[in-house]
């Protein structure tokens, strides 16, 4: 089955750095990637998700990238705001066809943006 | 428009007692998902629903899981003789029809004492 790997498990950046958390995915029949940030407590928010069919995608001050004969993908955000301290989770499902999609999470970062 | 729901928001339950744990999903969608997430780890996909369907089980840990979504809308999710490790916060999501966008509901912390 799928097993998807992420690193840095924490990270902290100054505000105004940029970060980047990066995913690995092992089943090549993944064709989906959402990422999803975490507040405490909080339900998990989908922020920005790819389909296999882009190398790129980008909104506001977060882009993703997906690399698929390498079987990986990275969150990027740029100008980093205290409040994008959070959890982040990558996760990979089978989003086409017959496939139900369920996801499978990475361990997730733990995102610190220090003022 | 309302997003998902849950209830309750926490619970506890002594071990041995049984739990039910119910999900309101996004008005129309077809697809319904369970997971599991233990203190300081990403979701663990449960069970999946495809309207009143159960067409996938093959996430809950044991037979002292049960799931049902009986008219296609609200799902349940019972456990069964509570354990220690069954301590987590469970999520549903849904998402209008198979893969794709799933949106969270805000999870019940489940503590078996």
């Not at chain 1, 920005?48 to 001050?61: A, F, L, M, P, T």
């Not at chain 1, 996760?91 to 066809?97: H, I, L, M, N, V």
């Not at chain 2, 999501?93 to 893969?99: D, E, H, I, M, T």
């Amino acid at each position: 089955g799928e097993n998807v790997e992420q690193h840095p498990s924490t990270l902290s950046v100054q505000e105004g750095d940029s970060a980047v958390i990066k995913c690995t995915y092992s089943d090549s029949a993944s064709n989906y990637f959402p990422w999803y940030k975490q507040e405490l407590g909080k339900r998990p928010q989908l922020i920005i998700d790819i389909r296999s069919n882009v190398g790129e995608k980008k909104d506001q001050r977060i882009a993703v990238t997906l690399n698929k004969t390498a079987k990986h993908f990275s969150l990027h955000i740029t100008e980093t705001q205290p409040e994008d301290s959070a959890v982040y989770f990558c996760a990979a499902s089978e989003g086409y066809g017959g496939s139900q999609g369920n996801l499978i999470f990475g361990k997730g970062t733990k995102l610190s943006v220090k003022p | 428009g309302a997003g998902v729901s849950q209830s309750p928001r926490y619970k506890v339950a002594k071990r041995g007692q049984d739990v039910a744990l119910r999900c309101d999903p996004i008005s129309g969608h077809v697809s319904l998902f369970w997971y599991q997430q233990a203190l300081g780890q990403g979701p663990e996909f449960l069970t999946y629903f495809q309207n009143e369907a159960q067409l996938d089980k093959s996430g809950l840990p044991s037979d002292r899981f049960f799931a049902e979504r009986p008219e296609g809308s609200v799902s349940t999710l019972k456990i069964q003789r509570t354990q220690q490790e069954d301590s987590a916060v469970y999520l549903c999501a849904s998402s209008p029809l198979g893969p794709g966008e799933q949106y969270f509901g805000p999870g019940t912390r489940l503590t078996v004492t």
